[in-house]
């Protein structure tokens, strides 16, 4: 059996099991081939140079047994490999965050799309604050992209901040990202030029729908109560005193547009472009923030 006949027949078996994907893959045949090179030992970029190897007899068992783990547990295989990639870059994760794929990557790491985010950020940007960071991906990035700047990386949960520590350390980032535990901007010192901030938003309908996949992450990193805005309308409200008069905030929410704006029919922001459209991800300068309403 060669390497893309195991991929295929491992594709085929997910596709029977009616896996749900959208954790670092989109469809059946990419998830098969991540776990199938992944057991294999081998890079994860590998599948056409090594297509047509002809396989061991031990392979197809080693590959058999994590596809059989991931459609039984119905882990995202990012929980299973304990490792994601977003814009090229490895991330440790386990099931304490949420698996890393925000959009916001792209506005800092994709050429097609940071373009937006600079045309915000100066000579100025000096202090970055990314709020509610989870497994630590977008201070990571953000350290990586921005060599100058110092970065605050905030969530409430311990659990998901001991994650981010070791996605720090393996990016060797220590001296330029400081975790902080803490509700919101509670313990954050601020004032910052740039807030980022990839909030729990899904409204409550949609969480009772969630596919297992989604269910085996942290339920406090996904839901935000009945309309998805319950933690938004309180860090929309205390942000401007936590940035800079230039200072922007750039929010990610997913598939709520429709909510964010019944949420905030006075706030004026814009809409930034990325490979999910141009209705996830927002950018609120400090000014107009002052628009907003108390929760
Ligand atoms: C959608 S995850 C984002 C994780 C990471 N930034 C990413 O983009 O992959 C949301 C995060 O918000 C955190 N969170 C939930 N409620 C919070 C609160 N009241 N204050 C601070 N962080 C909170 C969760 O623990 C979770 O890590």
């Given at each position: 059996?060669?390497?893309?006949?195991?991929?295929?027949?491992?594709?085929?078996?997910?596709?029977?099991?009616?896996?749900?994907?959208?954790?670092?893959?989109?469809?059946?045949?990419?998830?098969?081939?991540?776990?199938?090179?992944?057991?294999?030992?081998?890079?994860?970029?590998?599948?056409?140079?090594?297509?047509?190897?002809?396989?061991?007899?031990?392979?197809?068992?080693?590959?058999?047994?994590?596809?059989?783990?991931?459609?039984?547990?119905?882990?995202?295989?990012?929980?299973?490999?304990?490792?994601?990639?977003?814009?090229?870059?490895?991330?440790?994760?386990?099931?304490?965050?949420?698996?890393?794929?925000?959009?916001?990557?792209?506005?800092?790491?994709?050429?097609?799309?940071?373009?937006?985010?600079?045309?915000?950020?100066?000579?100025?940007?000096?202090?970055?604050?990314?709020?509610?960071?989870?497994?630590?991906?977008?201070?990571?990035?953000?350290?990586?992209?921005?060599?100058?700047?110092?970065?605050?990386?905030?969530?409430?949960?311990?659990?998901?901040?001991?994650?981010?520590?070791?996605?720090?350390?393996?990016?060797?980032?220590?001296?330029?990202?400081?975790?902080?535990?803490?509700?919101?901007?509670?313990?954050?010192?601020?004032?910052?030029?740039?807030?980022?901030?990839?909030p729990p938003y899904v409204?409550?309908?949609?969480?009772?729908?969630?596919?297992?996949?989604?269910?085996?992450?942290?339920?406090?990193?996904?839901?935000g109560?009945?309309?998805g805005m319950?933690?938004v309308?309180?860090?929309?409200?205390?942000?401007?005193?936590?940035?800079?008069?230039?200072?922007?905030?750039?929010?990610e929410i997913g598939?709520e547009?429709?909510?964010?704006?019944?949420?905030?029919?006075?706030?004026?922001?814009?809409?930034?472009?990325?490979?999910?459209?141009?209705?996830?991800?927002?950018?609120?300068?400090?000014?107009?923030?002052?628009?907003?309403?108390?929760?």
């Open positions: 059996m060669t390497l893309l006949e195991l991929v295929q027949a491992q594709s085929a078996r997910l596709e029977q099991a009616g896996v749900s994907f959208g954790h670092g893959t989109t469809n059946a045949f990419d998830e098969a081939a991540w776990l199938t090179l992944w057991a294999l030992g081998l890079p994860l970029d590998g599948l056409d140079e090594h297509a047509d190897r002809e396989l061991a007899e031990a392979a197809p068992p080693l590959v058999e047994e994590v596809i059989t783990r991931r459609i039984e547990s119905r882990q995202p295989a990012a929980y299973l490999t304990h490792e994601a990639w977003l814009q090229g870059v490895a991330f440790y994760v386990d099931t304490r965050s949420i698996v890393p794929r925000s959009f916001i990557a792209e506005l800092i790491a994709h050429p097609d799309y940071s373009g937006a985010l600079d045309a915000w950020l100066g000579r100025n940007t000096r202090r970055v604050l990314d709020l509610c960071t989870g497994n630590g991906s977008l201070a990571v990035f953000a350290a990586m992209a921005w060599p100058d700047v110092q970065v605050e990386a905030s969530d409430v949960s311990d659990a998901a901040l001991a994650v981010a520590r070791i996605n720090v350390r393996k990016h060797k980032l220590e001296q330029r990202i400081k975790l902080v535990q803490g509700h919101l901007f509670e313990r954050a010192t601020g004032p910052y030029d740039l807030v980022l901030c990839n409204n409550a309908a949609s969480m009772a729908a969630l596919p297992d996949e989604y269910r085996a992450e942290p339920a406090l990193a996904l839901a109560g009945i309309d319950d933690l309308r309180e860090l929309l409200w205390r942000a401007p005193s936590h940035m800079n008069p230039r200072g922007v905030l750039v929010l598939n547009r429709a909510h964010f704006e019944r949420a905030f029919p006075k706030l004026e922001v814009a809409w930034l472009e990325t490979s999910a459209g141009d209705d996830q991800v927002l950018l609120a300068t400090r000014e107009s923030l002052y628009a907003v309403t108390p929760p």
